[in-house]
């Protein structure tokens, strides 16, 4: 096999069309690659199309939250809503010609390796099949909504649903509402709908560090410089203040008692005394863990809106759901006509339901039985040519998942190069290389913020936080070039013979 009938010889399977498969299928159209993106939907976007609910925003800057190839002028505001960001991911995969290679309303159901074929074998639930020689994982991670363990929600009488499964037809205007959760979701769905319930109740189990940010909107003026002069854009992505922040940010996590962890604290303890009028409603909002513990909550409205008169903030257990409203510990009843559950997502199935086998019969539930792993966050042992995009233990945290995408795109294109080029037929890392990453992650972890003490979906079933725990700067090292010597590269079809 010539070098060239290797270079366009590989078949790609990409699944997922969210934000990083858009990337990947982006990236392997420029390549001139042959490949398919798998999509279980009936549209692209994954989280930005899947989330609808009133005050949906991303608390990454949106000029920083754009692939690094494709700057946007049309940013309303400097946080970005959803259903914008949801356009851009549309307009940006047709412009660079993705459509063609997009299967909508195809859920991969199975990815199985097959040794003799040295390929994976693809199942779809219409019952197709097809075969792929690289699979590109790039199923998102926050999609299987958790519904509450709370006692007789099927009994209630008013609208009821989660977050992510946001209706057209919820009664919320003039409407008792009541919201469960108060993550980014819950915080966002609040600071939206105090103007527009009659009655708004947010239940919260443990209270958040609220960090003060900025927003502001972007005049059309803005946009017509943005457009006129690209370099304007590039000059907010790259602005030094930005990359700090997310430098200190980071240095924050992983050294607990350092100076930038404090001045966090300090910062959001400041934005609840200065913001916050009633000392009871202040303490009712302090919280008793470490900051950054759980994901640090961005807003520059929660505080004002929930000392709206029409608003309360409920600190109370939750004992049960009855037809009329959430029933709490004290006995008194919160009687609502819709309650908002926005209680978050199951964060450890990535692929998952997808049924992986990889090699000798190993299924990704056997190989991840203690935890979702992979090497670098990236690649697994035993399942070649299989590469994830946001995978486990990457890096996670208030800074953009887009740039974090890009970082292992160009690490996993060099894995890539190898197949490209025919110098293997297969690539995967050694067991021995991911045990070793694992166990300094794990040990790394363990000292981070993250397991400071406080429950949030960035810990694993065994409490060990599931995310990288080394600087931005670490993670950009490590994906610039990967470790060879860890990898193991199966002969290809002309070195074997
Ligand atoms: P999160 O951040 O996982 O928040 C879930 C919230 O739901 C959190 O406040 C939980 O309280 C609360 N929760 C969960 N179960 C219950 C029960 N049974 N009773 C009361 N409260 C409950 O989800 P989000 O959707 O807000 O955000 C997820 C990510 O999406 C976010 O970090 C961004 O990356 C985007 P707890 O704190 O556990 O006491």
């Not at 370099?231 to 200190?248: F, K, T």
């Amino acid at each position: 096999m010539s070098i060239d009938q290797a270079r366009n010889g590989l078949r790609f399977a990409v699944i997922g069309a969210g934000m990083a498969g858009i990337l990947a299928a982006i990236r392997l159209n420029q390549a001139g690659e042959r490949f398919t993106l798998y999509e279980k939907a009936d549209g692209l976007g994954g989280t930005w199309r899947e989330n609808r609910y009133p005050g949906l925003t991303c608390d990454v800057p949106a000029h920083a939250y754009t692939y690094s190839f494709e700057p946007y002028a049309e940013w309303r505001a400097f946080y970005a809503k959803g259903a914008e960001i949801q356009t851009y991911f549309e307009r940006t995969a047709e412009k660079y010609g993705i459509m063609p290679h997009v299967r909508f309303g195809a859920e991969v159901v199975s990815c199985v390796w097959n040794e003799s074929q040295a390929c994976w074998h693809l199942g779809l639930s219409s019952g197709e099949s097809t075969s792929a020689d690289v699979v590109i994982a790039a199923s998102g991670v926050l999609h299987h909504p958790k519904m509450p363990d709370i006692e007789g929600l099927d009994d209630f009488a008013g609208t009821i649903l989660h977050s992510a499964r946001w209706r057209d037809d919820v009664p919320l205007d003039d409407a008792r509402v009541g919201v469960v959760g108060n993550g980014s979701t819950g915080v966002q769905i609040i600071t939206a709908l105090h103007s527009r319930a009659a009655r708004l109740v947010h239940f919260q189990r443990s209270p958040q560090w609220i960090m003060p940010v900025p927003q502001f909107d972007y005049s059309e003026e803005e946009r017509e410089a943005f457009r006129r002069d690209p370099a304007l854009i590039d000059a907010i992505r790259n602005n030094q203040d930005y990359w700090d922040s997310i430098y200190r940010f980071t240095q924050a996590i992983t050294d607990t008692h350092g100076p930038e962890i404090a001045a966090i604290e300090q910062l959001c303890l400041d934005n609840l005394e200065n913001s916050v009028r009633d000392p009871a409603l202040r303490e009712k909002l302090r919280p008793d863990y470490r900051a950054a513990c759980k994901r640090l909550i961005y807003s520059w409205c929660y505080y004002d809106a929930v000392q709206q008169s029409n608003v309360a903030v409920e600190r109370e257990r939750i004992v049960r759901v009855e037809p009329e409203g959430v029933r709490l510990a004290d006995g008194r009843l919160q009687p609502l006509d819709t309650l908002i559950l926005a209680t978050g997502f199951h964060a450890d199935r990535f692929i998952r339901p997808t049924r992986v086998t990889g090699r000798n019969g190993l299924s990704l539930d056997d190989a991840w039985s203690v935890r979702p792993t992979a090497y670098y966050a990236v690649t697994i042992p035993g399942f070649p040519n299989f590469f994830m995009l946001n995978g486990p233990t990457g890096p996670v945290g208030n800074f953009s998942l887009i740039d974090i995408a890009e970082r292992q795109w160009a690490y996993i294109d060099q894995l890539l190069d190898l197949l490209r080029r025919g110098d293997a037929e297969t690539v995967e890392p050694s067991a021995q290389a991911h045990a070793a990453y694992e166990a300094r992650r794990i040990a790394a972890a363990q000292t981070t913020i993250f397991g400071s003490g406080c429950s949030s979906w960035y810990l694993d079933k065994t409490g060990v936080p599931a995310s990288w725990p080394w600087s931005y700067q670490a993670f950009a090292e490590a994906m610039a070039a990967p470790v060879m010597a860890d990898y193991v590269l199966g002969a290809s079809t002309e070195a074997a013979e």
